[in-house]
């Protein structure tokens, strides 16, 4: 249960901003692919792109080989139903409690959802505790934890992390990396993270694809990243203000 | 400049401000489309509606109540006050209860649950946007328009009738209150002077402005929370978006409704 997604000159802008220029990528089934990229570089909205919450102007997406730019209604919901996804704030629903929250989209009487809750809350280290807390009482860590959790709940085909470790100390940031390659090679799903830690790149990728200024620059697998041979990829995995990625700064 | 330029530049500034006005007023009533075509269509939100009707309904009655009480009150005083003049100080039961119920009832009734409710709605959707909380609904199998909008929107249609109904009630008895306790008016004798000018067709076109009152008030809301970005500052002029324009259309839509009811 997992599926394969192919862009072709997905093209994105907004008003005279062009932030998708023709991207190209293939993530295969049962795959990680993590994309790397500085901030603004159009991660967030490429995805989103996937997910059809925001239509691109032009290219095509296609998962199982199905064209999915333009649907519409019916077949628009059945194509996200496939996905999970983790947002880069968390996104949790403030209003509803811990449980509430991840048994979303679950179907179900209360106590057979709020037991798969919890059960989903114990797959991401957490325990029955948090259950009944709402998301602004827990720690940043935790709330990234329990997006995860409800990610994961409807056991979906496709995966989609944006940025899981941004803003988390490094440990926690580790113990979220070993949930997704935990989850990834458990459920046998198809992911695509997005991030600009390296760290955590190097411990959850098959393979990396780096996107600048609207286009995919760069992909191979994990093992070429320092040999890549490419000048964007080597100033992003080194971190280097000066190279081919400029800066709009102005010197003091 | 030369004075061809100058009328150029200004029908070209018309021309874009009118431009802007129009595609305001079409995104706006393809949003209510998409808003009443969900509506009809399941999955339906009963949990959602009943809480929508409480916040709206319920916590909104201290507020208009006392609008109500204390207009009615000025109102009774300053019919009282005009009408001596030409000695027709009688007057004052009959033109409260037209007074409220017809126009001040709905339409002071209206302006507060917009002040109170859409500024909320615009709040909290508006928050929901900015945090991807409506984008992670979408992931969750569930339709915004239906779980978050419609509700609300139904919610408040049902809701605002009822608060007028009992705004206009308590207009009435702070009219009477005055009246009897600083202007010595036989309380009997002015309950029935109440009854005789208070008219059922008053009545139903004060629910009818209720009503559209209500829709305009959830529309607005929810509108301008959905369209909004750009962090805390795009939420805060949401809000005061919602409530200006909840403003303007129950001002506008009150008028449409008393000169098409009372105007002929
Ligand atoms: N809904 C939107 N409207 C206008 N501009 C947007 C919108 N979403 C994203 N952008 C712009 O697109 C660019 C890329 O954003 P994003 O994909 O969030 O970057 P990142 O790579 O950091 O995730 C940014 O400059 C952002 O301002
Ligand atoms: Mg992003």
């Known amino acids: 249960m997992s599926a394969d997604i192919t862009l072709a000159g997905v093209r994105k802008q907004f008003g005279r901003k062009v932030v998708l220029d023709g991207v190209d990528l293939t993530v295969a ?9 500085g901030s603004g570089t159009g991660k ?4 989103k792109c996937i997910l059809g919450l925001i239509r691109p102007d032009a290219g095509s997406i296609r998962v199982d080989g199905v064209e999915t730019v333009g649907l519409r209604g019916k077949a628009l919901a059945a194509h996200q139903s496939r996905f999970g996804m983790l947002f880069q704030g968390g996104a949790l ?6 449980w509430r929250n991840i048994a979303f989209a679950l179907a179900g009487n209360a106590a057979s959802r709020r037991a798969a809750a919890i059960d989903n809350l114990a797959r991401v280290g957490l325990g029955a505790d948090v259950a009944d807390l709402r998301p602004s009482e827990l720690s940043g860590g935790m709330q990234k934890r329990v997006a995860l959790a409800r990610a994961i709940a409807a056991r979906p085909e496709i995966l989609f992390f944006d940025e899981p470790t941004t803003g988390l100390d490094p440990i926690m940031a580790d113990v979220i990396n070993d949930l997704i390659r ?3 090679t458990d459920l046998k799903i198809t992911a695509l993270t997005i991030t600009h830690d390296m760290a955590s790149a190097r411990k959850i990728a098959d393979r990396v694809a780096m996107l ?4 995919i620059v760069w992909h191979g697998p994990r093992g070429d990243l320092d040999t890549s041979g490419n000048a964007f990829v080597d100033q992003f995995v080194h971190g280097r203000a000066d190279g081919p990625i400029k800066m709009p700064v102005r010197t003091l | 400049m030369n004075p061809v330029t100058t009328i150029a530049h200004a029908l070209i500034a018309l021309g874009s401000v009118v431009i802007g006005l129009f595609g305001a007023i079409g995104r706006l009533a393809r949003f209510a489309l998409t808003v009443l075509t969900r509506l009809v269509r399941p999955p339906y939100y009963p949990a959602q509606l ?3 009707m409480l916040v709206i309904g319920y916590f909104s009655l201290p507020v208009v109540g006392l609008t109500a009480l204390f207009t009615g009150s000025a109102l009774a005083q300053q019919i009282y006050i005009g009408g001596s003049r030409f000695n027709a100080s009688s007057t004052v039961p009959a033109v409260t209860v037209i007074g409220i119920v017809r126009e001040l009832g709905p339409v002071l009734g209206g302006l507060m649950v917009a002040g109170r409710v859409a500024s909320a709605m615009a709040a909290e959707i508006g928050t929901m946007r900015v945090t991807e909380q409506i984008d992670a609904l979408t992931t969750l199998r569930t339709d915004p328009f239906r779980y978050l909008i419609g509700p609300r929107v139904v919610a408040a249609v049902l809701v605002m009738p009822v608060l007028v109904l009992a705004s206009n009630a308590l207009g009435v008895m702070g009219g009477w209150l005055l009246a009897t306790q600083r202007l010595n008016f036989n309380s009997a004798a002015y309950l029935n002077t109440t009854a005789q000018y208070l008219k059922w067709d008053d009545v139903a076109s004060s629910m009818v402005k209720a009503a559209v009152f209500g829709f305009f008030i959830a529309l607005m809301g929810c509108y301008h929370g959905y369209h909004s970005s750009g962090g805390a500052a795009g939420v805060g002029r949401a809000t005061t978006n919602a409530v200006v324009s909840a403003f303007i259309l129950i001002l506008l839509s009150n008028l449409i409704i008393t000169v098409i009811v009372f105007g002929s």
């Open chain 1, 212 to 215: 600048y200024q609207g286009r």
């Open chain 1, 182 to 184: 935990t989850l990834v």
């Open chain 2, 50 to 52: 009943a809480e929508q």
């Open chain 1, 93 to 98: 629903f403030d209003s509803l409690p811990v």
């Open chain 1, 29 to 37: 089934a049962g795959e990680s692919m993590v994309i790397i990229g």
């Open chain 1, 44 to 47: 967030s909205v490429m995805i």
